[in-house]
């Protein structure tokens, strides 16, 4: 067992119907949420490829991201969290209880005032005592302050490295294994519907263009990694510029609930950095295009479907069905006029609770049906045209009768 995942709590999530239990726990985990709407879709995914060489590829494209986004983190976080704690912030040994202080929330760390609150709560939770860990900060918050934030900047910038870099060069390593397994570079959907001179053909005068998504990929992940320094200064600014303010404000859009699962535009960031590389790793334009629908419709899905989805069957619930789903007392702000938050599962009872959970298992499914079986299927004749239309326009009618001579002849030597 990892020591620091609050694995009590997390079984006192799962009491009762376990549909239910679940899908709290989902809900209010935007991590785990993701990687089950990913289970979903790209099982059909995999099974809607083209031949087994595009299967294989899609198998990987699913599954080694999905353990370096989703798997690894139980083991990796705890273990960069008390690494940052015990090295960075020098406030606890390996395996103290203190290393669970880097579970506080970044809204506690803006001023001192506030952290005085984040960590008597945290400590309570965590039976941390607070006065040894004030003895190594000379009974000075600002210092435990600064050194919480230090600690909490290096493992997210570790996380948005590390975790974007291995997601999004997942096609630059199918692309290899492809190459060497069966000697084409072409992309592997086009296997099957057309021959191997056409297929890498098709790959000629492409490398400009996966240059310019390699660069920006390259800059992105610099960029994800130096935004949590950014945001420490913000943190610990004391003059209120309109930028600090506003870092102050939002700097809890950073938090890892629990220390492990990260919030929904932390996740967002990342997950577009990792399209970038994957574009990079395009071999023509119509794979290019392939991706691209295929990260939009995904990214959409999940961060803009899924709360699109979830918020009008809550409306409905609450209207026909006399629940209590949506948010009332949420801000007055445009977008959730547009689309009303809801609340947490985890924080709804009875009836609400049950209703809830029904309607969030519908949504999954109906995202899950659209990713992994409609968009697929609508893709593959996308390739299939793109394929055929280049056929046409490239081909002599010379050349096709040569073609089906050469054909001919190998086929009568053949038997």
């Known amino acids: 067992m990892i020591v620091g995942i609050s694995t009590k709590q997390n079984l006192q999530a799962f009491k009762g119907n376990p549909l239910v239990s679940t899908a709290a726990f989902l809900d209010s985990r935007v991590l785990m949420n993701k990687a089950a709407l990913d289970v979903a879709c790209d099982v059909p995914i995999v099974l809607n490829a083209n031949n087994k060489v595009e299967r294989r590829e899609r198998f990987n494209r699913a599954i080694i991201p999905w353990l370096i986004a989703y798997a690894s983190p139980f083991i990796t976080l705890p273990l960069t969290n008390r690494l940052a704690m015990k090295h960075i912030a020098k406030l606890s040994s390996f395996n103290g209880k203190e290393a669970n202080l880097i579970k506080i929330s970044n809204k506690f760390l803006t001023s001192n005032e506030l952290l005085k609150n984040g960590v008597k709560e945290i400590s309570q939770k965590f039976d941390i005592n607070l006065s040894e860990v004030l003895k190594k900060c000379n009974g000075d ?14 493992v997210t910038s570790f996380d948005f490295l590390i975790t974007t870099f291995m997601a999004g060069s997942i096609g630059f390593l199918n692309n290899a294994q492809t190459k060497k397994k069966t000697g084409q570079k072409g992309f592997s959907a086009e296997f099957e519907m057309a021959d191997k001179q056409t297929v890498e053909a098709r790959t000629e005068g492409f490398n400009k263009t996966s240059d310019k998504f390699k660069k920006a990929y390259i800059g992105t992940l610099a ?36 220390g492990i699962f990260m919030s929904r535009f932390s996740f967002f960031l990342m997950a577009v950095g990792s399209y970038l590389g994957i574009f990079g790793a395009s071999r023509n334009e119509t794979e290019i295009k392939d991706n691209a629908i295929r990260s939009v419709f995904s990214l959409t899905a999940f961060f803009g479907g899924d709360l699109l989805i979830g918020s009008t069957l809550a409306r409905l619930s609450d209207k026909f069905l006399k629940t209590d789903l949506l948010e009332k007392n949420a801000p007055k702000t445009l977008l959730n006029k547009i ?72 086929k009568i ?3």
């Open 141 to 154: 918050y600002g210092v435990l302050r600064k050194k919480l934030t230090n600690a909490k900047t290096a």
């Open 223 to 258: 960029g994800l990694t130096l935004l949590p320094l950014a945001l420490r200064k913000g943190m610990l600014a004391n003059n209120p510029t309109k930028l600090n303010s506003f870092i102050k404000k939002h700097a809890d859009k950073f938090d890892y609930k629990d």
């Open 339 to 410: 689309v009303p938050p809801t609340k947490k599962l985890e924080n709804l009872t009875g009836r609400s609770k049950n209703i809830g959970a029904a309607l969030f298992w519908i949504n999954l499914a109906s995202l899950a049906g659209f990713m992994g079986w409609a968009l697929p299927l609508t893709l593959n004749k996308m390739i299939k045209k793109d394929v055929d239309n280049y056929v046409k326009n490239n081909t002599t009618p010379q050349s096709n009768n040569n073609y089906s001579m050469e054909a001919f002849i190998e």
């Open 413 to 415: 030597a053949n038997k």
